[in-house]
Antibody, heavy 123, light 110 residues
């Protein structure tokens, strides 16, 4: 079945780095735009970054620009989020999500989500 | 990239209809027909309920509908059911080629 599985979360100290992974299966990963979205404890969703199907275009939220980088390896059906200079306010559940498409049409919604991986930044 | 504005909470009785608003600017909600809505139960991942303002993915009940007027989008749930109790989040594409979410709305079914 169509599935996204995140990994790589953990407890880290402020100022350190961490890389999250998201493995896709059950669909043609290389045909889809992919997103990272996070949710701090007790808060709403916050969009983090998006990458085009071929990795040629990437956009990041202002709150993470210059610290986080989204990337993908279509040969491994895997999405990544490299995070540097982590801060306490980066503590959150991080989700990867697939942008909806049907045949050759692209739509603006995220139709498949992973279960999330938790990042805790604390000294 | 300011978050879209949603009411913190709404409530309704079974069978009633409720509407959740989502207010942005002309750079996001008002500028594009690219608003989406998500349902999230506690401890679960979000679920896409509406995309491109008013379209439902396959499998989503037709009790859920979306609309937009100017810089404000709305999600309406008719015939409220107990299982509709959840958090609802709106999102929009923006003029910066980024996305933005609202703060989320907690729906309580009385």
């Amino acid at each position: 079945q169509v599935q996204l599985v995140e990994s790589g979360g953990g407890v880290v100290q402020p100022g350190t780095s961490l890389t999250l992974s998201c493995a896709g299966s059950g669909f043609t990963f290389s045909s889809y735009v992919m997103h990272w979205v996070r949710q701090a404890p007790g808060k709403g969703l916050e969009w983090v970054a998006v990458i085009s199907y071929d990795g040629s275009k990437k956009y990041h939220a202002d709150s993470v620009k210059g610290r986080f980088t989204i990337s993908r390896d279509n040969s491994k059906n895997t999405l990544y989020l490299q995070m540097h200079s982590l801060r306490g306010e980066d503590t959150a559940v991080f989700y990867c999500a697939r942008q909806y498409r049907s045949s050759s049409l692209f739509f603006y919604g995220m139709d498949v989500w992973g279960q999330g991986t938790t990042v805790t930044v604390s000294s | 990239q300011s978050a879209l504005t949603q009411p913190a909470s709404v409530s309704g009785s079974p069978g009633q209809s409720i509407t959740i608003s989502c207010t942005g600017t002309s750079s996001d909600v008002g500028g594009y027909n690219y608003v989406s809505w998500y349902q999230q139960h506690p401890g679960k991942a979000p679920k896409l309920m509406i995309y491109d303002v008013s379209n439902r993915p396959s499998g989503v009940s037709d009790r859920f509908s979306g609309s937009k007027s100017g810089n404000t989008a709305s999600l309406t749930i008719s015939g409220l059911q107990a299982e509709d109790e959840a958090d609802y989040h709106c999102s929009s594409y923006t003029s910066s080629s980024t996305w933005v979410f609202g703060g989320g709305t907690k729906l309580t079914v009385l």
